[in-house]
């Protein structure tokens, strides 16, 4: 794939890749945003921009991101049920707060939306509401990461995209601009892809950034995370306009510069 700039979110260069991938996150909700985006990927080399570069140390940083506020009364753009288990500690305890280096040991591996999902009693998710939504993480970089993989369990399946987006994204104006956006769209049933990796890129106590990797042929791509530790329980935080969640993608040879772990 060379690096095209598309037109639109689904310029046909960047629409073939998606078909590839699955459909998961880089052709469903990732895609459903306006203004131009770039596929970075090139045949037998890795990209990753300066925010996803996976040879970049893991750190605690502040730069100016709210990360960690939580107002009084949460927006209605979340789930008021979330909110109220988020403010009582629905999760299990924070517990240790090192950064994965290797594959955690999960409890089990459950099928969710189609996509396999890890499940602990130490990190979560501790609830799964009526419609199949898993939330409620540890406060920990490992109960994070099991968070991630169970977004994009969440957000594949594009029929609950708006419910999906309400419960799982930090309320703002951006996520605000990606509901105007899903309300434009007809969802479809697409393929579902599965996780193969992770590496936290940059944590601190309440912002962990996590690069993502799925299978695509012979190779892998990557998508990048930043979850945000808001009304107890971690979300993801919104794209600006015309921004596609999971940016920046990289296509890599292999999981050399990952954790291994998959249910599958």
């Known amino acids: 794939m060379s690096e095209n ?13 998606c078909i590839v991938v699955g459909a998961v996150l880089v052709c469903g909700i990732l895609l459903l945003v306006s203004g131009p985006n770039h596929s970075d990927a090139s045949t ?4 990753s921009s300066a925010a996803g570069d996976p040879g970049a ?5 502040t730069d100016g991101q709210t990360a960690g506020a939580r107002p009084a009364t949460p927006s209605g753009n979340g789930s008021d049920q979330a909110a109220a288990d988020g403010r009582n ?5 924070a517990g240790d707060q090192a950064v994965p280096t290797k594959p955690p040991v999960a409890d089990s591996w459950e099928v969710s939306h189609r996509v396999v999902v890890p499940r602990s009693t130490a990190h979560g998710p501790a609830r799964t509401d009526a419609d199949g939504f898993r939330r409620c993480f540890a406060h920990s970089p490992t109960g994070a990461v099991y968070a991630a993989y169970n977004v994009v369990a969440a957000l594949a399946d594009q029929r609950q995209a708006i419910p999906t987006v309400q419960k799982l994204m930090v309320p703002g104006s951006n996520t605000d601009a990606l509901l105007q956006e899903l309300r434009k ?3 479809t049933d697409e393929a579902a892809t599965q996780l193969a990796g992770f590496r936290v890129l940059d944590a601190d106590r309440d912002r962990v950034t996590i690069m993502l990797a799925v299978p695509v042929e012979s190779e892998y791509m990557s998508l990048t995370l930043t979850l945000i530790w808001y009304a107890g329980d971690w979300r993801v935080r919104s794209p600006s306009p015309g921004n596609p969640v999971g940016a920046p993608f990289s296509q890599h040879r292999d999981l050399d510069d990952f954790v291994a772990w998959s249910g599958v």
Not at 44 to 47: D, F, I, Q
Not at 57 to 61: I, T, W
Not at 89 to 93: D, E, N, Q, R, T
């Open 185 to 187: 769209e007809t969802p």
């Open 89 to 93: 500690g629905c999760g299990p305890a």
């Open 44 to 47: 037998g080399t890795t990209h």
């Open 57 to 61: 140390p893991v750190s605690s940083r």
């Open 5 to 17: 700039e598309q037109k639109s979110p689904f310029g046909a260069g960047f629409a073939a890749a």
